[in-house]
C-alpha cells in the first residue's frame, strides 16, 4: 500500500453531495456544516449537531469556492454567517480530532513512539498504521516502512505528533490493529485534503511545509 494515507472504501456507509463540486461521495470523506437558529454557519467535525446537514468535500479549494460563491447561504436558503478564515478553522479542529484519536489509542496499548518502539513493532508485524512527522528527518524516516497493507500519515507536525504522545515532539509513531486505527486514519485522510497538496506542500496560505 501506498503512502496515501486514504481510508479503506466504505462505500456502503451513506453517501452526501458536495455542494461545491456536486460529486456523491461516502460522507466520512467530507465535511459536515449546520447553520444555527442565528444564521451562524459551524462546521460539525463529529457529525452530531442537530439541524440539517450541509456538506463539502474536505478539501481546502472546495471549501474556498463555497465561501466565495456563497454556497452555504444558497444551500441553507437563508442569510448565513460565515466564520473568517473557515478552511483554518477546521483544519484546527480535524488536528485536534486525529491527535485526540491517537492520544486514546496510546491509552489503550495500541499506539506506541520513539524509532526503536517504532521499529519493533513494525518488525514483528503488530502495527498498521506508520506515522511520521512532516517536519522531521527525512533522513530518518526513510528508515523505516509502512506495514505491508498498512497505511502511512506523514502530514502531522513533530509537535502535534507529540501532543498525541504526552511529550513536546515526536517523529515517528505507529498504531496496532485496535479499532481507532481506522477512525485514524479515515480523519487524517480529511485533514491531508484541508493541509497537503498533490506536491506535498501546505496549502494553508502565509505557511510553509506544516
Not at 81 to 97: C, G, K, Y
Not at 165 to 176: D, K, N, S, Y
Request: proline share 4%; with cysteine.
Amino acid at each position: 500500500m501506498g503512502r496515501g494515507g486514504q481510508p479503506k472504501d466504505r462505500s456502503e456507509g451513506p453517501e452526501r453531495k458536495c455542494i461545491a463540486t456536486g460529486e456523491v461521495s461516502p460522507a466520512q470523506g467530507l465535511i459536515r456544516f449546520v447553520v444555527g437558529p442565528d444564521g451562524q454557519l459551524a462546521p460539525d467535525i463529529a457529525g452530531k449537531l442537530p439541524g440539517r446537514g450541509i456538506w463539502v468535500s474536505a478539501d481546502r479549494d472546495a471549501i474556498e469556492t463555497a465561501v466565495r460563491k456563497k454556497l452555504f447561504a444558497k444551500a441553507a436558503r437563508q442569510a448565513v454567517t460565515v466564520p473568517e478564515n473557515l478552511p483554518d478553522l477546521i483544519e484546527d479542529q480535524l488536528v485536534r480530532r486525529v491527535v485526540n484519536l491517537i492520544s486514546l489509542a496510546r491509552k489503550g496499548g495500541d499506539a506506541v513512539t520513539g524509532y526503536e518502539k517504532v521499529k519493533d513493532w513494525l518488525s514483528k508485524e503488530e502495527a498498521t498504521v506508520l506515522l511520521q512527522a512532516s517536519d522531521g528527518s527525512e533522513r530518518g524516516k526513510s528508515k523505516l516502512s509502512t506495514p505491508h497493507g498498512g497505511r502511512f500519515i506523514g502530514w502531522l507536525t513533530a509537535a502535534e505528533l507529540g501532543q498525541a504522545f504526552g511529550r513536546q515532539t515526536a517523529v515517528h509513531a505507529v498504531l496496532g490493529a485496535g479499532g481507532l486505527a481506522q477512525r485514524v486514519v479515515e480523519e487524517a485522510a480529511r485533514l491531508k485534503g484541508l493541509r497537503v497538496s498533490n506536491g506535498g506542500q501546505s496549502r494553508r496560505k502565509g505557511s510553509g511545509t506544516r
